[in-house]
C-alpha cells in the first residue's frame, strides 16, 4: 500500500487500524464470488443461467427491465431471460446480475453529503462504460471492467460510515482550500478512498487485478498488475464526472492523468478527449435505466 508522503492531520495507519475490523459491506465479496464461480463454470450454458436466474421471480423482473430500458436501445422488447442472453451475451447479462445484487446488499446512509442511489449510479455508470470503453479499446477484460467499476469508489464508503467525522473534515477542508477531495483526502488522512479501496480487496481476498485498480484509479501511471484495465476505469470515471451536471462531491476538480494517453496508445490529450466524449450519449442512456 501506497501513501502519500505529506504531513497530514492523521497517521495513514491509525486510520487503517481504525477500519481493520470494520464489518460494512460484508455481503460485497460474497455476490461477486457467487456471480463469478457462476458465469465461470466449466459446464456454464446459457439454458442453466437462465434457470438459475429464473429461480428469483423479482431479479427475473429486474434483469428484464433493465435489458428493456434505453441502456440497451433494442428494437424488439425482451421478455425471458434466454432472449436477454441470446442478445445481449453472457457478460451484459452477467454486469447486470452483478449491479442488481450489488445494490440489494449495499446498505448506506444518506445525509446532505451523500445520496446513496447516486453513488450507485455513479458506480454503475462507471463500469457500464468501462466494459463499453475496453471493448472497443480492443481489450478483453472478461467482466473485469464493470466489476472494477461498481467497486471503484468502495473506499468513500468505508471513510463515510465509519470515519464520519473524518468525512466532514476532508469535505470541510476541500472546499475552504478549493482543491479536489482527492487531495483533501491525504491532507487530513495521509492516505485517500484509492488506499482504503485496495486495503478493501486484499481483506476480501479479490484478484489482485482489482486491488491494484482501486488504489490507482485516479493516478493509473502507478498501476503495476493490469495498467490497461486501470487506464480504462480511470478515463471512465473521469467521463462520468464530466458528464455529470448535478456533480459528483468526491469526484469535483477530476484531473485526468496524461499516462493514459501513453498506455492507451492515443495520438494525443486531444484524441483522449474526442474519444470521451463519444461516449455522452452512453452515459445519459445508462443514466435514465433504472437498475437500482
Known amino acids: 500500500m501506497i501513501t502519500q508522503e505529506i504531513n497530514s492531520r492523521y497517521k495513514p495507519e491509525d486510520i487503517l487500524k481504525k477500519i481493520q475490523n470494520v464489518t460494512i459491506l460484508p455481503l460485497v465479496p460474497k455476490v461477486l464470488q457467487e456471480i463469478s464461480q457462476l458465469f465461470n463454470a466449466p459446464d456454464i450454458s446459457t439454458k442453466k443461467i437462465e434457470k438459475l436466474i429464473e429461480k428469483d421471480p423479482s431479479t427475473t423482473l429486474k434483469v428484464l427491465s433493465v435489458a428493456n430500458s434505453s441502456l440497451y436501445g433494442l428494437k424488439r422488447g425482451v421478455n425471458n431471460i434466454g432472449t436477454a442472453i441470446l442478445i445481449?451475451?453472457?457478460?451484459?447479462?452477467?454486469?447486470?446480475?452483478?449491479?442488481?445484487?450489488?445494490?440489494?446488499?449495499?446498505?448506506?446512509?444518506?445525509?446532505?453529503?451523500?445520496?446513496?442511489?447516486?453513488?450507485?449510479?455513479?458506480?454503475?455508470?462507471v463500469g457500464v462504460l468501462a466494459q463499453r470503453m475496453s471493448k472497443d479499446l480492443g481489450f478483453n477484460f472478461d467482466g473485469d471492467g464493470f466489476v472494477a467499476g461498481m467497486l471503484h469508489d468502495m473506499g468513500i464508503v468505508i471513510i463515510h460510515e465509519h470515519l464520519t467525522k473524518e468525512f466532514l473534515e476532508i469535505t470541510d477542508f476541500a472546499a475552504t482550500n478549493n482543491i479536489s477531495f482527492l487531495e483533501a483526502e491525504y491532507k487530513i488522512l495521509g492516505l485517500s478512498h484509492q488506499e482504503i479501496g485496495e486495503f478493501l480487496t486484499n481483506k476480501w481476498?479479490?484478484?489482485?487485478?482489482?486491488?491494484d485498480a482501486l488504489q490507482f484509479h485516479h493516478n493509473p501511471g502507478r498501476s503495476k498488475e493490469n495498467n490497461y484495465l486501470t487506464s480504462v476505469l480511470h478515463i471512465a470515471d473521469y467521463a462520468s464526472s464530466r458528464f455529470d451536471e448535478t456533480g459528483i462531491l468526491w469526484d469535483a476538480n477530476y484531473s485526468i492523468d496524461k499516462s493514459a494517453i501513453d498506455t492507451l496508445h492515443f495520438l494525443s490529450c486531444d484524441v483522449l478527449n474526442e474519444f470521451i466524449e463519444a461516449y455522452r450519449q452512453d452515459y445519459l442512456e445508462i443514466s435514465k435505466s433504472k437498475i437500482i
Do not use: C, Q, R, W
Open 205 to 211: 481476498s479479490l484478484p489482485l487485478v482489482f486491488s
Open 88 to 125: 445481449l451475451g453472457l457478460n451484459e447479462v452477467k454486469s447486470i446480475l452483478t449491479s442488481i445484487k450489488m445494490a440489494s446488499v449495499l446498505k448506506m446512509k444518506a445525509d446532505k453529503y451523500f445520496d446513496p442511489d447516486k453513488f450507485l449510479n455513479h458506480s454503475i455508470i
